[in-house]
């Protein structure tokens, strides 16, 4: 019962006091909310230049090699594969045809990798591949572990014949990634 006597007074002088109640304010409300995030694999993807001029060579009886830079090749993986896995990225020439004459075949076509630029964890081997006529590889991945990529500038080779045709030779470098 006292408890009772004493908030009536309490409440009491509070009136008293020109009718004032104070009141403590109340904590700030909270509530959590639990979240998740999905995040899918991506691809497998291969970016190369659009062009590239290989240079300008001038003829001679005994013929030569002209390198040049091609420009920068670059894959990357986002498919979050698995920890062991790997890629392939492959080459492949046409023939550098002039507007008359003979081709220089693709077979005459050299693929030197150079050093490689890597981001995450794989194994990058450079296969620099002696002749680009046929699917070949130019540089492996192995030991992946999630997203990688790797960047390179090759070097090609073109080993002119002898005595060929003058005029303006064209082909086409394609590369792939699987």
């Not at 002039?98 to 981001?119: D, E, F, H, N, R």
């Not at 964890?121 to 192995?142: E, F």
């Not at 790797?150 to 082909?171: E, F, R």
């Amino acid at each position: 019962m006292r408890t009772r006597v004493q908030f009536s007074f309490a409440i009491a002088g509070a009136l008293a006091l020109g009718g004032v109640l104070i009141v403590a304010p109340a904590g700030p409300a909270t509530a959590a909310t639990g979240v998740t995030l999905t995040v899918v694999g991506g691809a497998l993807s291969i970016t190369v230049p659009a062009t590239a001029a290989l240079g300008t060579w001038t003829n001679s009886v005994a013929g030569g090699t002209l390198s040049t830079a091609l420009g920068q090749v670059q894959v990357n993986d986002a498919r979050s594969p698995a920890a062991g896995s790997g890629w392939v990225a492959t080459v492949i020439s046409t023939a550098l045809t002039p507007s008359g004459g003979p081709t220089i075949g693709a077979a005459l076509i050299g693929y030197t990798v150079g050093p490689i630029t890597k981001v995450g964890t794989a194994t990058y081997v450079a296969n620099n591949p002696a002749a680009i006529d046929g699917v070949v590889a130019a540089v492996t991945a192995s030991g992946i572990t999630g997203d990688n990529s790797a960047t390179w500038n090759p070097t090609i080779d073109v080993h002119i014949p002898g005595g060929i045709a003058s005029g303006v030779y064209t082909g086409t470098i394609t590369h792939s990634v699987a």
